[in-house]
């Protein structure tokens, strides 16, 4: 959805970069991108810490 609304505020040539081949890079200077990041290397360890479920 953030990304729907950065794309209507874009130009059309930066909308052209942004899909071309070095649109990735472009696309993570995204706003929504960062807190996707720091979520999801915050939430990885969480998971990877936590110990299996054991039915008794």
């Known amino acids: 959805m953030v990304a729907g609304i950065w794309f209507q505020q874009m130009s059309e040539s930066d909308l052209r970069r942004a899909i071309g081949p070095c649109g990735i890079l472009i696309l993570l200077l995204l706003a929504g991108f960062v ?3 720091q979520m999801t290397v915050a939430f990885i360890p ?3 810490d ?3 479920i054991v039915k008794v």
């Open 50 to 52: 936590t110990p299996p």
């Open 46 to 48: 969480a998971v990877l």
């Open 35 to 37: 807190p996707f990041l």
